[in-house]
């Protein structure tokens, strides 16, 4: 369940960084916040990835 709650959170930070990114700095540092959304994207794969092995385990 840790992980499902995890990949929430990935996703919600990522929503928040494309959010911060385009209305607060006004596009600024839009390459910087591409590069965080891609890795926040691999971590979710990871924790999507630990999800499936434990829960299709029990």
């Known amino acids: 369940m840790k992980y499902v709650i995890g990949l929430y959170i990935v996703m919600a930070i990522m929503v928040a960084v494309n959010l911060i990114s ?9 390459a910087i916040a591409s590069w965080v959304i891609v890795m ?10 630990n999800a499936r092995y434990y829960l299709t385990r029990k």
């Not at 385009?22 to 600024?28: A, M, N, R, V």
């Not at 926040?40 to 990835?49: E, I, Q, R, S, T």
């Open 40 to 49: 926040l994207f691999l971590l979710g794969g990871v924790l999507f990835a």
């Open 22 to 30: 385009e209305f607060i700095l006004k596009g600024e540092y839009s």
